[in-house]
């Protein structure tokens, strides 16, 4: 899981508008210890705001790993980042058992 320390609602909205490496990896590297250890959500991001006491989370079922999976599959394919495809394809496949 990774922590997101933002401004407002709108710095917010635009880390999430973008398709960034980081947060794709961060996606794959979350389902895939929600894997490991065997839990039925991955925890993906936790956000804290400026002047705020309240963190969320922002997490992710099992049921949809596989569809958050493939969108990851699509960017590293895009970005041809062959290792990172395969990875993802293998881990894909494992859900998919």
Known sequence: MR???????EELESI????TLDMTTNIRDSIQEAINKKKK???LFEI????????????LT???WITALENCLKHYEE???GDEAIDTYLLIKELKL
């Open 41 to 43: 959500t991955a925890l």
């Open 79 to 81: 970005w041809e980042m």
């Open 3 to 9: 922590k997101l320390q933002i401004e407002s609602l």
């Open 16 to 19: 999430f508008r973008e398709k």
């Open 48 to 59: 804290e705001m400026d002047g705020m006491d309240t963190s969320f989370e922002i997490s």
């Open 62 to 64: 099992s049921k949809e």
